[in-house]
């Protein structure tokens, strides 16, 4: 008896030891948890009275221009915008200094929500422009005409310097108003933006007052008609409210942002895949079936083999709800879907994963989770060279305010986190160099509150970790 016992004694110290290594594993060289104070002010929508919700003036004035990529290359731009008073013109008249005036011809539509019902809706696509071209387009053409312009993206190639804006989780809040500032007047301010979802929280008004996605179309008109924001769908784009008979999932979001889903042979938009510059961009839906046998899934698993790294050798993958977030705020969200794609995204090597969802601000090691499978007991993420960066930039400033509550201790493969609003920019310089910078609110237009080196995961897999080893 006494032999059993110690050799039981013996085999508790062992899974205590083991159990304390683990432990290690897990809570140790944790990154930095900001301890940047910032003040406690209540995140309110701005009125409806506002300046940048200002309608503009003249009859049936184009209003609420955004434009997005149109096609998988960057050869096409698709232009949206609304109209108030009677459908008018689909025509978009562009040129550039090489070109003479040419036309291109949309289509309109419009939704009813409730008791809401949308102005006229147009989205007309102008194919087969020039690359790194500057284009001035021409919308409300009959009526009260608007003039912007865009620059085309330059040839889809390996050492193309490109630079992306992030902004996610952005709202119509006071606080959203200084973020899109902030990105403007930001010296390394992107040329297109990758928002990760969840646009105008129109829906926390009562029966979703739709009045609210058209501020918020204006309010962002002054980035958003002059550069593409590539769309990715987050759960205030859902809109379904049994409640007042609108079942129809994604109603205001699909009639107002469209995105070129079938030019990368997907049967939804909301997932989707574009090419830019020397990056491959891979838009996928949390709020859509993500399950084997799922379109999504049939998508995503012939899609990644299409990647051709030495064309576009950054692989970034855009979510709305994070598979890693140490945020005591949608806690485990993302985990099903983490479940089913994150083989996938260490077997092709993702650079980087941008989510939103949670309303703050934080940056992943290189880490994976995919050695469990029910039996083992091995569910603790693990350092690997071969999976992406996990980044959450929910923190746009929408009036739901931020996250400040976090798991403690941060884990080990958390390496910052803060609770903060913000934007990013992902700086490509060739295809083994990439910077990345977090921009807080608070700082000046030029500082990056956190940052990082990436090194190309196909051209240069080398550790570009930022924590002490
Ligand atoms: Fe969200």
């Given at each position: 008896?006494?032999?059993?016992?110690?050799?039981?004694?013996?085999?508790?110290?062992?899974?205590?030891?083991?159990?304390?290594?683990?432990?290690?594993?897990?809570?140790?060289?944790?990154?930095?948890?900001?301890?940047?104070?910032?003040?406690?002010?209540?995140?309110?929508?701005?009125?409806?009275?506002?300046?940048?919700?200002?309608?503009?003036?003249?009859?049936?004035?184009?209003?609420?221009?955004?434009?997005?990529?149109?096609?998988?290359?960057?050869?096409?731009?698709?232009?949206?915008?609304?109209?108030?008073?009677?459908p008018g013109s689909n025509t978009v008249l562009y040129w550039s200094a090489y070109s003479k005036k040419q036309k291109s011809e949309g289509k309109v539509t419009t939704y009813k929500f409730y008791n809401y019902t949308s102005g006229y809706i147009h989205h007309t696509t102008i194919r087969n422009l020039k690359f790194n071209t500057k284009y001035y387009y021409v919308v409300g053409i009959g009526h009260t005409e608007r003039q912007f312009w865009f620059i085309t993206p330059p040839e889809v190639g390996p050492d193309v310097p490109y630079t992306f804006g992030l902004i996610g989780d952005l709202g119509q809040s006071f606080d959203s108003n200084k973020t899109l500032t902030h990105y403007e007047l930001n010296p390394q301010k992107g040329q297109a933006v990758l928002f990760v979802g969840d646009l105008s929280y129109a829906d926390n008004y009562p029966n979703h007052d739709n009045v609210r996605w058209d501020t918020w179309g204006r309010f962002t008109e002054r980035s958003v008609a002059y550069q593409p924001w590539i769309w990715t769908a987050g759960n205030h784009e859902i809109d379904f409210a049994p409640e007042i008979g609108e079942t129809k999932p994604f109603k205001p979001y699909t009639h107002r942002y469209h995105v070129p889903y079938k030019a990368s042979g997907s049967t939804a938009p909301f997932w989707y895949s574009i090419k830019r510059a020397s990056a491959y961009i891979i838009v996928l839906s949390s709020y859509s079936a993500y399950g084997k046998y799922t379109p999504q899934y049939k998508w995503l698993e012939q899609e990644l083999p299409k990647v051709n790294r030495s064309e576009t050798p950054w692989l970034i993958v855009l979510m709305h709800s994070p598979w890693y977030n140490s945020y005591n705020y949608h806690y485990m969200e993302g985990e099903t879907m983490r479940v089913m794609y994150e083989p996938w995204f260490v077997k092709y090597k993702v650079d980087v994963v941008f989510a939103g969802h949670v309303h703050a601000y934080e940056r992943s090691e290189r880490i994976s989770n995919v050695a469990y499978n029910i039996v083992n007991g091995i569910c603790i993420p693990v350092k690997d060279q071969s999976a992406p960066v996990y980044i959450t930039i929910g923190d746009g400033g929408n009036l739901e305010g931020l996250a400040t509550n976090m798991t403690e201790p941060q884990p080990a493969y958390s390496a910052y986190r803060e609770a903060s609003f913000g934007h990013a920019t992902f700086d490509i310089k060739n295809r083994t160099h990439a910077y990345y910078g977090w921009h807080r609110n608070q700082d000046g237009y030029a500082v990056t509150a956190d940052s990082m080196w990436f090194f190309n995961r196909y051209y240069h897999p080398v550790d570009d970790s930022t924590s002490a080893q």
């Open positions: 008896m006494a032999k059993i016992g110690t050799s039981s004694r013996v085999a508790a110290a062992i899974v205590a030891v083991l159990g304390f290594v683990l432990s290690l594993a897990v809570v140790c060289n944790g990154g930095k948890t900001s301890s940047f104070v910032r003040k406690v002010e209540k995140t309110v929508d701005m009125p409806l009275d506002s300046d940048v919700f200002k309608v503009p003036p003249g009859y049936n004035a184009p209003q609420q221009v955004h434009i997005t990529q149109g096609d998988q290359l960057g050869k096409a731009v698709l232009v949206s915008w609304v109209t108030v008073e009677e």
